[in-house]
């Protein structure tokens, strides 16, 4: 449910204390399992952890939906693509562009929808780092693709590449 789905639950018990018990608590849904007696700084220091938890899981929901709001405000179409060409996000652009007013680009393969990124060439030089730009023809439109290579922290080269395209010519 989610008006509760926040709400830290802490199964506390007195008589089913062995293993089995917890593990069928935890695995019921319980964020936590305390078998009774409890001293009473160990249930204030549990929840306090669980609600750190908590506000920390909200701040990462809440940074997720500034960040998509962020890419869909971005007018040319991207997407963050796999090594196989398949889309793990796009921008509200990108859909418009691809499918018109509805659809979904989740899991899609982008050579499918765009005819320039089916060259192998592309996805061989980016593993080693290398950018791509091209244009080609899509339906009656021009378009511009920029494809670029996402570098994790240690600044080696993920898995996922970056496709961006360009607005229609």
Known sequence: DPATDSIPVLQMSASFCDSQSKVAGLQG????????????????????????????????????????????????????VDTNGTILRSNRALRAILLGSSGSLLDADIRELLPMARDAAIWTGLSGGKPHRSEGAVGDRVLSLAIDPVWDHDERSEERRVGKEGRSG
């Open 29 to 80: 849904g319980a964020d936590g399992y305390i078998s009774e007696p409890v001293e009473p700084a160990l249930l204030v220091a549990t929840v306090g952890a669980f609600l750190r938890t908590r506000t920390a899981e909200q701040a990462v929901r809440d940074r997720a939906l500034e960040l998509q709001a962020t890419f869909d405000a971005i007018t040319d179409g991207v997407a963050l």
